[in-house]
């Protein structure tokens, strides 16, 4: 199974930008469709944006939509999700997977390290 490194997390105020990336380590993950899902300790992990294989298409969560950006390096095997205008309710830690891109539904039963994005002034 594809082991999945996230990076570019930090600390940011509100209105700032970051940009996560998101790479495998061991095998290549260009044919798969994939997302971004973030968890705090209040809530379980929930969807965020997710890039068709190909990354024609995209999708996201309605509370990021117009803010966040999800894209793909040219080899396919890089995902980035590039958030602007953060708000303090972003403060999550970022992760990436697999995902069935009708569904929004992770695929992969392990999961990386995540990245952890703290949005305060």
């Known amino acids: 199974q594809v082991q999945l490194v996230e990076s570019g997390g930090g600390l940011v105020q509100p209105g700032g930008s970051l940009r996560l990336s998101c790479a495998p380590s061991g095998r290549t993950f260009s044919t798969y469709n994939m997302g971004w899902f973030r968890r705090t300790p209040e809530k379980e992990r929930e969807f965020v944006a997710a890039i068709s294989r190909d990354g024609t298409s995209t999708k996201y969560v309605d509370s990021v939509k117009g803010r966040f950006t999800i894209s793909r390096g040219n080899a396919k095997n890089t995902v980035y999700l590039q958030m602007n205008s953060l708000k303090p309710e972003d403060t999550a830690v970022y992760y990436c997977?697999?995902?069935?891109?009708?569904?929004?539904?992770?695929?992969?039963?392990?999961w990386g390290p995540g990245t952890q994005v703290t949005v305060s002034s």
């Open positions: 997977n697999r995902v069935d891109f009708l569904s929004s539904n992770p695929i992969f039963d392990s």
